[in-house]
């Protein structure tokens, strides 16, 4: 099973309120990602963990929180929504330990479309 | 820090016909993978190809991609689409010691008949 799986697919908001994303994937991959995705822009990466360990990007580090329970499930966590994070936001895991063929191949879920008004 | 350009950001080609997705890059480190995936739609973006061998061919579902260090290029192309083969589809690099996979804009597909 390749599976990661995202809720919900749909989520609207208002401004100035709390967003929380969930991600699950039952590969037991080290690494799980989440991804900024906005019309004609790259996916951008906002944070990532790697086992336990949470790294987010400089550039959207206080704008993005994120917890990791256990190894399969991930959260995103928006404070305080704005205009702005109206965006695809994308979950992704991979095996990350290991060189290898596999290695940092990602598997995408198939992405929370976050509307805030 | 490492980038990704895929210049189309829409092709269009007729059912039958090859096309070539362009994808250029630029890194620091010589220990990286690079990724062509596709996304159809309202489904995750999935691997179609993978490779970290200069001048290696891969192929995968028809496509295939060779990377030339020399040109810091990992085209992606298909001698005849399909209708099936319209979606987004995303170049992308991984340095083999970093965590942060950088993907391209994108570039869609549009097959018709």
């Known amino acids: 099973d390749t599976t990661v799986k995202q809720n919900p697919r749909y989520k609207l908001a208002r401004v100035g309120k709390p967003v929380n994303l969930i991600c699950s994937q039952t590969m037991n991959h080290d690494t799980m990602y989440w991804y900024q995705k906005k019309p004609n822009q790259a996916p951008k990466l906002l944070l990532f963990?790697?086992?336990?360990?949470?790294?987010r990007e400089a550039d959207t580090f206080e704008k993005f929180q994120s917890s990791r329970p256990n190894n399969s499930f991930c959260s995103l966590y928006i404070g305080s929504a704005g205009l702005e994070y109206s965006a695809m936001y994308l979950c992704?895991?991979?095996?990350?330990?290991?060189?290898?063929?596999?290695?940092?191949?990602?598997?995408f879920g198939a992405g929370t479309r976050l509307s805030v008004l | 820090g490492d980038s990704v350009t895929q210049t189309e950001g829409l092709v269009t080609v007729t059912e039958g016909l090859p096309v070539m997705l362009n994808c250029t890059y630029q890194?620091?480190?010589?220990?990286?993978?690079f990724f062509w995936y596709v996304q159809y739609l309202n489904e995750a973006p999935k691997l179609l190809l993978r490779?970290?061998?200069?001048?290696k061919r891969t192929e995968h579902q028809g496509f295939h991609a060779t990377l030339h260090k020399s040109s810091s290029s990992f085209h992606l192309q298909k001698s005849s689409v399909q209708l099936s083969d319209s979606a987004l589809y995303y170049c992308a690099l991984s340095e083999g010691g970093n965590y942060k996979p950088t993907f391209g804009k994108g570039t869609s597909l549009v097959v018709h008949p």
């Open positions: 890194t620091a480190y010589s220990d990286v993978a």
């Open positions: 963990y790697y086992d336990k360990i949470l790294n």
């Open positions: 992704a895991s991979s095996r990350s330990r290991d060189w290898g063929p596999s290695q940092n191949t990602l598997y």
């Open positions: 490779s970290s061998t200069d001048n």
